[in-house]
């Protein structure tokens, strides 16, 4: 079994520590120093491999090559695709049914202003693509508006040509991560932030999370739908609505999660793929 990485983080490290303690052959394939030939791998064809690395343009790329030689790959391309692609997710959450927040894409400072109108101030603007909280921005009146959009137009990349326009959800002061491990949720955290941001990378604090019977099933039926097999899954709390879902990361970190649930994910994980391994 090959685990895909860029940088042997602690998770990867628990992954690979897991699965051999299961008994599992383990490469660890630092795709940065390995090439990958599209017309037959330089060393053995694993059976299954697990993608950990943190570009995404990297683990898109790399899981595309191992899958070109009939390796199967968690998360597959299209799953990682679609989660990599804020706007794709959300558009097939709520194609099928899935509770989100009010979302729409805009490709102008003009477009921008009629959905301000629409939803009202405050609303949040971020990438499609992007991960820990960055080039998100709060925006609280027309001014903001006009400043954040003018700064986003003129950035450099591809990636400041589009921008997704989301209402501003007020939950309390905390978002929930759900991990889904096939068709389990073994586990999920708070995160809490006086901030508006929680990600844990931006400063929110993780605390244990109750999984009721409501928010297993809406994050096991938005992993069905974007094809996921090990997710991290953001959910909001809506005073009003309910639970909202929000974003869907096909490359979870969980190592603050075993710091404050004491759930032995990484093993979780292990024992997933050791059971799918040429199924």
Known sequence: MAVIYEILRWEEKAIIKSLRDLGISVIPHYIKAKPVFINGLSEDVPDLAIQRSISHYVAMESTIAFEAHGVRVVNNSMSTAICMDKLWTISLLAKNGIPTPKTAVVFSYEAAQEVAN?????????????????????????????????????????????HLMQEYVRKPGRDIRVFVVGDEVPVAIYRINKHWITNTARGGKAIPARVDAELEEISLKAAKIVGGEILGIDVFED????????????????????AVTGYDLPRKIAEYLVSNVRQ
């Open 118 to 162: 629409k939803f009202n101030y405050p609303l949040v603007v971020k990438p499609i693509n992007g991960s820990w909280g960055r080039l998100i921005s709060l925006i609280r009146d027309s001014e903001e508006l006009r400043s954040i959009m003018e700064h986003r137009t003129y950035l450099p990349g591809m990636l400041s040509k589009a």
């Open 239 to 258: 005073p009003e609505r309910g639970y909202l879902v929000n974003e869907i990361n096909p490359i979870p970190e969980f190592k603050n999660t075993i």
